[in-house]
């Protein structure tokens, strides 16, 4: 977390995770142009003071937010392929099905107008990209996949299929589908590697 504007009583954890998530939420309901230090303490229950000794903006307050509360996709390695696009696609179905789906789709819009978070959401996207790729590229190595697989084409279909899953999912259906993501991550990874194994026999 950034370092406070002052210095005081020792911070609470708690209190700060609650901060952060009112952060999250009022960023994903109204966007960069009505994220506000005082709406953001109201949705907090908390006093707009005790935001100010944490952070000496509202940028600071919502990188820290981001990086606190916002899940990343990230490498994985299972042994097979197939595992590791199961917890790739899990992962991709969390960000966007979780609690903080309003937030990320705010940030691919929001980001680059917002001093020091587009920065934040340029790297944070390189390395989900890297590790996506790193995936793919081992189940290549291992004669998982055809050498000649396109690795964008696979990833472009798992992870765009991961989203508007759900992102389409009706919201009355959206917290069970949070609550259980790997059974469609399952079913969406069976769906793409028969896909592909059938037309590479072809």
């Known amino acids: 977390m950034s370092s406070p504007a ?29 994220f506000a230090m005082e709406t953001v303490a109201r949705r907090a229950g908390v006093g707009k003071a005790s935001l100010y000794l944490r952070w000496n903006s509202k940028q600071a307050l919502l990188t820290d ?26 992962q991709m179905l969390d960000v966007y099905a979780g609690p903080v789906s309003r937030a990320a789709l705010r940030l691919s819009l929001d980001a ?24 793919v590229r081992r189940g290549i190595a291992r004669g998982e996949l055809p050498e000649s697989a396109s690795v964008t084409l696979l990833l472009d279909t ?3 299929g991961a989203m ?32 592909v194994t059938a037309g590479a026999g072809a």
Do not use: N
């Not at 708690?14 to 999250?24: C, F, G, K, M, S």
């Not at 606190?68 to 899990?90: F, K």
């Open 6 to 34: 002052a210095t005081g009583r020792p911070r609470d954890p708690e209190v700060d995770r609650r901060i952060a998530r009112a952060a999250l939420d009022v960023f994903g309901d109204a966007g960069w142009a009505g």
């Open 65 to 90: 937010a981001l990086t606190l509360g916002l899940p990343r996709v990230s490498d994985v390695d299972t042994g097979t392929l197939h595992g590791d696009l199961v917890e790739l696609a899990t």
């Open 112 to 135: 680059g107008q917002i001093p020091g978070v587009a920065e934040q959401f340029e790297a944070m996207r390189e390395a989900q990209i890297r590790a996506a790729r790193a995936i």
């Open 158 to 160: 798992l992870l765009g």
């Open 164 to 195: 508007m899953h759900a992102l389409s999912t009706p919201p009355d259906r959206r917290a069970e589908l949070a609550d259980d993501t790997a059974p469609h991550a399952r079913r969406l990874v069976d769906f793409l590697m028969h896909s």
